[in-house]
Structure formats: structure tokens, C-alpha cells
């Protein structure tokens, strides 16, 4: 539609030369693709092209609202009408012959059931439908080995592999093993996407919150892996190599 088509694009398709020692300075691939690949790194490459936060995204029910949010509610029945409520900062909603409604740290089916609640008993005859409107956007920072380090506006459903992503994937001398979040100071989740790229395993992929900082560190010890398995590649290890049989 033509809705679709009028919407930034934020990513293009970005291609790994696994040859280069660095991402960040290379224009074209190289042609030599016979050699084993480092693991994991063309999973989340990509080409940021815009620093706009997409927000046409289904909103989950546990999502906790806050300041920056939008909310539409339609009401039908006796009375037909349409409101698009802004989150004030002071964490409320100003609804029309109803006055402020407090919000924040509610999650969206809390809200949603608060808000038809409220409606039904002040509008007799009167059924409403409440959607998401725009989410609230933050400010989030990609540090380290990224692609493109740098300070990014994200909404607020972002998870750190979508923020790696957004900031063009891992660069090719940096980790996928040892990840790190940081918030206030401080390391609040450690992120190995060997998990999630191996086993499926997501539990580390958190929602980020204003103000965090994804660090991408030098990338540990590498082992090749070729011959008669299922992946050869060049594999990133956890900790020390071990010596021995």
C-alpha cells in the first residue's frame, strides 16, 4: 500500500567479509568465500539507513505504559467517538468528561480493562475498544565492536538483539560470547548469542530501558571446527582454550 511504501526504511541487507579484520572499513566483499566463516556474524548484519524507531509493532499485554505512550479508544453504541490519549508525564491520560486517569506502570491489558471499565459506567450504553497508538521512544547506546557504535532512538519494546541490529550487527573483531548490558553503572545481564543461535535459547534477549548500553568487547579465542561436521566454521570460545586431550 501506499501507507507501507511512504514508511523509513531503517535497515538494509549488509554482507559479512569474513576476510577483513574489520566491518567498518570495508566497501565492497571480498570474493574469496572458501574459506570457513567465523560463526554468527551475518545474522544480525545489516545497514542502518535511517535513525527513525519503527512503531507500527503488535503491543503485547504485559507491556508496562508509561510517559510517551499513545492510546486510541473508540466508542460506539449511543455515542460514536475517537480519542487519541497522549501518556503525560505525570503518568496519566486526560479523557474527555472523565478527567485524568492515572496509567503508568500499568501494563496495556490493565489499562485497556481500567479505561472500558470507567467508560462503561460513565456512558450508559456506550462500548469502547482501546488499541495502541504510537509507542514512547528512548535513547539507547551500541558501544564497542559494533558496526556502527553510537547513540540510538528505539521505542520501548526493544530487545538488545534488535538494538544490534538497528546499529548494523557485530563487527567481525568483536564478541558474540560476551555481550553486556549495562544500566546505571552497573552489568545487569551478560549476553552469549551462541545460545540463542545454536540452541534457541532467548531468555537473555531483555527488553532494554532508557539510558542502557549495549558493549560489544574484542572478540576471545577462536576455534576452527572442519571435516566431517555438520557446521565447520571458525567458533568463538566462552573462556580459556584448554590444553590436552
Do not use: C, H
Not at 92 to 97: A, I, N, Q, R, Y
Not at 122 to 146: P, Y
Not at 157 to 165: D, E, G, K, P
Amino acid at each position: 500500500s501506499s501507507d507501507e511504501d511512504s514508511l523509513p526504511q531503517t535497515l538494509a541487507p549488509r554482507t559479512v567479509d569474513t576476510q577483513a579484520a574489520s566491518q567498518r572499513l570495508v566497501v565492497a566483499p571480498s570474493a574469496d568465500t572458501t574459506k570457513l566463516q567465523p560463526s554468527g556474524y551475518n545474522v544480525f548484519a545489516a545497514q542502518p539507513t535511517s535513525q527513525t524507531p519503527l512503531s507500527d509493532i503488535p503491543v503485547p499485554d504485559d507491556y508496562v505504559v508509561g510517559p510517551g505512550d499513545e492510546l486510541r479508544v473508540q466508542m460506539y453504541g449511543k455515542e460514536n467517538a475517537s480519542y487519541k490519549l497522549k501518556v503525560n508525564r505525570d503518568g496519566s491520560v486526560e479523557f474527555p468528561k472523565l478527567g485524568p486517569i492515572s496509567v503508568a506502570g500499568l501494563t496495556f491489558q490493565q489499562v485497556s480493562d481500567t479505561l472500558q471499565s470507567r467508560i462503561a459506567e460513565q456512558f450508559i450504553g456506550v462500548e469502547s475498544a482501546i488499541s495502541f497508538g504510537a509507542l514512547r521512544t528512548m535513547q539507547v547506546f551500541v558501544m564497542g565492536d559494533a558496526y556502527r557504535p553510537g547513540a540510538y532512538n528505539v521505542n520501548a519494546l526493544t530487545t538488545v538483539t534488535q538494538a544490534l541490529q538497528i546499529a548494523g550487527g557485530i563487527d567481525t573483531v568483536g564478541s558474540l560470547r560476551k555481550i553486556q548490558v549495562k544500566r546505571a553503572g552497573q552489568t545487569v545481564q551478560n549476553v552469549d548469542l551462541y545460545k540463542m543461535l545454536i540452541w534457541g535459547n532467548t531468555e537473555q534477549d531483555i527488553r532494554l530501558r532508557a539510558g542502557d548500553t549495549i558493549f560489544i568487547p574484542a572478540k576471545g579465542t577462536e576455534v576452527t571446527v572442519d571435516g566431517l561436521v555438520k557446521r565447520p566454521a571458525i567458533y568463538e570460545l566462552s573462556g580459556p582454550a584448554a590444553i590436552g586431550s
